[in-house]
């Protein structure tokens, strides 16, 4: 199912949502995408521990500035790009037209979500902005500037996958709650008015009992 914002274009998954033979029973399987949670996960985990552990192996501050930075880059791709997709599927992106005003796109298939998988997903997605929320507080108490940018950019990359996820998975169940409240008022109106003018009696024809 996509699902798409009012006023915001819609645009079709990539791949096919037909559920392919021998795919029946995907969602009872404790995980369809190890890899994918393997590497939703060690991304940004391995981020939290290189800005928690640099400083016993280096006092390099550039050397653990770009090799946090390159972690959460290669994190916020994949979550955005691959593990959205395949582990709870959806996607999202953003635009500014010509206006300078900002559109959300977002698309929703939900036939086809494990949910174990689903957990770990929104389980890592919430818990790393909050830790880097938290490590934010730290710097700023402790007057530690140069480690706050690298903060601020982690709680930007992190934020926004976040953001967008949220958005998107909230914005398609209310589309689709707005589209089921449509077909039930055409419902009730239509059988409101089946029982108020009834369809007329097809005309009978009597028997006469002529040859």
Request: aromatic letters at 14%; a neutral charge; hydrophobic letters at 50%.
């Amino acid at each position: 199912m996509n699902s798409a914002t009012p006023g915001v274009p819609q645009v079709p998954l990539l791949d096919d949502d037909t559920i392919a033979f021998g795919e029946e029973d995907n969602a009872n399987k404790q995980f369809v995408h190890p890899y994918i949670v393997f590497f939703h996960l060690i991304f940004r985990s391995s981020a939290i521990a290189v800005y928690v552990l640099c400083s016993l192996f280096t006092d390099s501050f550039i050397a653990s500035f770009v090799l946090v930075i390159l972690l959460l880059s290669a994190d916020f791709w994949t979550v955005k790009n691959i593990s959205g997709r395949l582990l709870v599927g959806l996607r999202w992106w953003n635009y500014v037209d010509d206006d300078g005003k900002s559109h959300w796109v977002f698309e929703s298939r939900q036939n086809r979500v494990n949910r174990n998988e689903s957990r770990l997903f929104w389980l890592g997605l919430i818990l790393c902005p909050m830790m880097w929320s938290g490590f934010f507080v730290i710097c700023l108490f402790g007057l530690k500037f140069k480690w706050m940018l690298l903060v601020l950019i982690a709680l930007t990359l992190t934020g926004s996958n976040l953001y967008g996820y949220v958005k998107c998975n909230f914005g398609a169940k209310e589309n689709l709650q707005t589209a089921t409240k449509d077909f039930l008022k055409q419902q009730l109106l239509r059988n409101a008015s089946s029982f108020m003018f009834p369809p007329a009696a097809p005309p009978t024809t009597a028997n006469t009992g002529v040859v």
